[in-house]
């Protein structure tokens, strides 16, 4: 079983697609980490990435979609995967569907979280993070115990520069202009489920796998 999540910033993806993996017993493929290890480990295409980047340039679909299709044969794979961070565009859907369909394999479920923009700006514009030992927290759902300061090491709590409302409204358009066209085609292709992203992450988690049991996909 392979799903790919969606969801805006702030709608709980990498935290979902973390859970939903552990639950399902599927391999969590989260981009941004495949990212590092290919450059760290030196892979062929990690090599390839490096030059794209060293050059301040995107690194192109293709070797994305290969860094992806390769972590989708590794071992712990097999059973199934969670995609976070990974098709972000069409472009990028059409590639892994076409290489997948070279294999016989095939996407079987798209889950879109959606929560509400006025509820991600909340979200994002509350996030506060510790200068000293990075903890996050939010002043409306998570506040620190003492106003502006970090319960665990007393440090000064700061709003990283992409939380700030410009920002944020910046990134959620964006976000939503890439996504719109991406979840159109999912939901042509019968394979969208939308799951509310609203509640404790316990919560979602559940609506989410309750969503798949009655899609079957894990009858077996
Ligand atoms: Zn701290």
Redesign the pocket.
């Known amino acids: 079983m392979y799903i790919i999540l969606l969801g805006a910033p702030g709608a709980g993806k990498g935290t979902q697609a973390t859970a939903i993996a552990q639950k399902l017993n599927l391999a969590h493929i989260a981009s941004g980490d495949l990212f590092r290890q290919a450059l760290e480990q030196g892979t062929g295409l990690g090599r390839q990435a490096r030059v794209y980047m060293e050059k301040g340039e995107l690194v192109p679909d293709e070797v994305t979609t290969q860094m992806i299709l390769e972590r989708m044969s590794a071992p712990d794979s097999e059973k199934g995967a969670v995609l976070d961070g990974f098709p972000r565009n069409l472009e990028q859907a059409k590639a892994l569907d076409k290489a997948l369909a070279g294999q016989s394999r095939a996407i079987d479920r798209i889950i879109a979280i959606s929560v509400s923009e006025e509820e991600l700006r909340k979200r994002l514009g509350g996030r506060r993070v510790?200068r000293?030992?990075q903890?996050v927290y939010n002043i409306v759902e998570s506040p620190p115990e003492v106003g502006g300061k970090?319960d665990?090491?007393?440090?000064e709590l700061y709003q990283r520069p992409d939380d700030t409302a410009e920002t944020v409204k910046k990134r959620l358009e964006v976000y939503f202009e890439q996504t719109a066209p991406l979840i159109d085609y999912y939901r042509q292709k019968g394979k969208l489920i939308e799951v509310g992203g609203e509640g404790t992450i316990d919560e979602v988690t559940r609506r989410t796998v309750a969503a798949l049991n009655e899609g079957e996909l894990i009858a077996r």
């Open positions: 510790c000293q030992c903890t970090c665990k090491c007393g440090g």
